[in-house]
């Protein structure tokens, strides 16, 4: 038995399933890793692979960047929390400010869970409206107002999962992405608080939003007063130095941020409109509050990652890379008579089998799941990890070479030539 195999023997006896969340398990057992660094990762075997998830995007820059880690650890020896103020602190949040469109305020936090409830009850506090809508396939955060799935009409949703109550469920609505008239109905027959919507979709594979749409949304929610809220947990100093509102110069009133801001440490946002984060406590009446909100060294990590991101054209550099990986990909495909299509968005991709767009979630849904399946287990067993879920991600990073580009695309080709066979 391999040392993965006996690790996840000891923790199915003492975690739910073997692990700590479920987006890691795979059959007969996850990968236990031992160590990563730029774009590699080593099992607990001693094995080695490509890294294409990358912890699910927070390692923009790659694992262990020596940039990244020399400033977390500086900070480490100052101290790790304090329950009070820092200039750390404070400088990300500057940053962040000053790079994102909607930020005039921010609130630091603990996670992108964190800082999408905590938006969605500000959202709610400042309107004074209890209903809100999300997009069908968009993940917002495992908590009770994200954990819904679509319902019946002007019925609101209904639970997604055990333990979320249907009193709960039926304030959130579910609109379909890229489609402005599903969300202008929605929005003509209820009195809604907010829109949470990820601008590009990452939680169903990535989906991207066709011509218009955005600012379709955008004007639409003005017109109802509802408060538009992008949730760049993913996207956030990934598709742009400003996230994806930058990229497709469409301002939102609030946005909630994780994974990079942290640069490889637990850490969330929210921030938004001037008029709206001066509702969150202490200075308003919507509470608010974390123990290691703001945490320094998190908060060093993901100042550091932000300053390189944003240095030497690096976003233009990655994005590039990325491209040609992913065409290469779509050109095998189509060589090979492979049924799918690639979506992509600066320095994320995801391949769906079996369909010929994802332009929506249902669409998204719709892909051949045991294709990718195949898929998965042919690149683990030639050293490219990829997510292990047909509706995740996957994630480039600085730490690519084109060395790891030019292996990847051999990889990605050798699959397809298999199946083609």
């Given amino acids: ?44 075997d001693g094995n080695e692979y490509i890294d294409l998830c990358m912890a699910y995007g927070p390692l923009i820059a790659g694992h262990a960047c020596p940039i990244i880690m020399e400033k977390a650890k500086e900070q480490i020896s100052k101290g790790t929390v304090y329950g009070a103020p820092s200039e750390i602190e404070l400088k990300l949040i500057e940053r962040i400010v000053k790079e994102v469109p909607s930020a005039e305020m921010v609130r630091l936090g603990c996670s992108g869970t964190e800082a999408t409830m905590h938006a969605i009850r500000v959202a709610r506090g400042v309107t ?14 495992a908590h009770d107002a ?34 402005a008239q599903c969300m202008s109905d929605i929005l003509d027959k209820n009195d809604i608080a907010c829109v949470i919507m990820e601008p590009v979709m990452g939680n169903v594979g990535i989906v991207t939003p066709e011509k218009g749409y955005l600012e379709e949304v955008r004007k639409i929610t003005k017109e109802h007063d509802t408060i538009l809220i992008f949730d760049e947990v993913i996207m956030g100093f990934r598709a742009s130095s400003g996230g994806a509102q930058k990229r497709y110069n469409v301002t939102p009133d609030m946005t909630t941020m994780g994974k990079i801001v942290g640069g490889g440490f637990a850490a969330g946002a929210f921030m938004g409109r001037k008029d709206i984060m001066e509702n969150v406590a202490p200075q308003g009446q919507v509470y608010v509050a974390g123990t290691f909100a703001g945490n320094p060294v998190s908060a ?51 391949i769906f089998f079996g369909i010929e767009k994802a332009t929506n979630g249902t669409e998204a849904m719709a892909a051949d799941r045991q294709m990718f399946d195949r898929m998965f287990r042919y690149m683990l067993a030639n050293g490219v990890y990829l997510p292990p879920s047909a509706l995740e991600v996957d994630f480039m990073s600085l730490a690519h070479s084109k060395d790891d580009v030019t292996v990847l695309e051999d990889k990605f080709k050798g699959f397809f030539e298999s199946v083609k066979e």
């Avoid at 739910?16 to 590699?40: C, E, W, Y």
């Fill in 300 to 350: 060093a990590a993901g100042l550091a990652t932000i300053d390189l991101m944003c240095s030497n054209d690096n976003y233009s550099k990655l994005e590039k890379r990325t491209e040609s990986l992913v065409n290469t990909i779509r050109d095998s495909m189509i060589d090979n008579k492979i049924v799918g299509c690639v979506n992509s968005v600066a320095s994320m991709f995801s």
């Fill in 146 to 179: 994200a954990l819904v799935a679509a319902g019946s009409g002007s019925a609101g949703g209904v639970p997604s999962s055990k333990g979320v109550l249907a009193d709960v469920a039926k304030h959130t609505f579910t609109a379909e992405y890229n489609d």
């Fill in 128 to 141: 004074g409206k209890d209903d809100i809508v999300k997009m069908n396939g968009g993940f917002h955060g």
């Fill in 1 to 44: 038995m391999d040392r993965s195999a006996e690790l996840y023997m000891r923790s199915t006896q003492v975690a739910p399933g073997g692990v700590s969340s479920p987006v890691r398990a795979f059959k007969p057992n996850p990968l236990f890793i031992d160590k990563a660094q730029g774009s590699k990762v080593w099992d607990a």
